[in-house]
Antibody
Framework: QVQLQESGPGLVKPSETLSLTCSVS????????WSWIRQPPGKGLEWIGY???????AYNPSLKSRTSISADTSKNQFSLRLTSVTAADTAVYFC???????????WGQGAMVTVSS | DIQLTQSPSSLSASLGDRVTITCQAS??????LNWYQQKLGKAPKLLIH???ELETGVPSRFSGGGSGTHFTLTISSLQSEDVATYYC?????????FGQGTKLEIK
């Protein structure tokens, strides 16, 4: 079955860059779009953006100036970079398969990232 | 951005009750709406896509309806395993947006 797994540092200092990778198994990232979604502690879900294997991307305007999402077809992975982080970026970060009309049908377990000095 | 407003924000009901959660969109999104269930400490799970299409494996007590700006998620007979927070999400326009969530508990 299709599985997604987030990986990356759990602690990032303010003003630095948050970097996460999502490893995909059971599906090729050349199929579908692939999204990042985050959830601050005790709060709701926020879509960050998506990538298509061609490199085509779309971002939430609220984060666009600080966000970059890329895909690596050789490793069947996609990645998130969020620059100039603050405490407000502390959240669980989920990667998800984005089937457009079908929504986010497969999710990773989530990676908790804390922004703190 | 398209705003999604869910009501109620929290809900307490008895086992076997019929439960309905609503999601109001700020613009007409046709039927481009999904529903998710998120249990404590877990990733969300897609329950319904395209407003009313049940995902494979989701119990038939769950159903979705609506179009345009008004949508509903109904649980016909509440079970203990349905305790969770439910979110609606639109995909009519970017950015994809979620409702603020409805927390469902057992009375």
């Amino acid at each position: 079955q299709v599985q997604l797994q987030e990986s990356g540092p759990g602690l990032v200092k303010p003003s630095e860059t948050l970097s996460l990778t999502c490893s995909v198994s059971g599906d090729s990232i050349t199929n579908n779009y692939w999204s990042w979604i985050r959830q601050p502690p005790g709060k709701g879900l926020e879509w960050i953006g998506y990538v298509y294997y061609t490199g085509s991307t779309a971002y939430n305007p609220s984060l666009k100036s600080r966000t970059s999402i890329s895909a690596d077809t050789s490793k069947n992975q996609f990645s998130l970079r969020l620059t100039s982080v603050t405490a407000a970026d502390t959240a669980v970060y989920f990667c998800a398969r984005d089937v457009g009309a079908g929504g986010f049908d497969i999710w990773g377990q989530g990676a908790m990232v804390t922004v703190s000095s | 951005d398209i705003q999604l407003t869910q009501s109620p924000s929290s809900l307490s009901a008895s086992l076997g009750d019929r439960v309905t959660i609503t999601c109001q969109a700020s613009h007409d999104i046709l039927t481009y709406l999904n529903w998710y269930q998120q249990k404590l400490g877990k990733a969300p799970k897609l329950l319904i896509h395209d407003a009313s299409e049940l995902e494979t494996g989701v119990p038939s007590r769950f159903s979705g309806g609506g179009s345009g700006t008004h949508f509903t998620l109904t649980i016909s007979s509440l079970q203990s395993e349905d305790v969770a927070t439910y979110y609606c999400q639109q995909y009519d326009r970017l950015p994809r947006t979620f409702g603020q969530g409805t927390k469902l508990e057992i009375k």
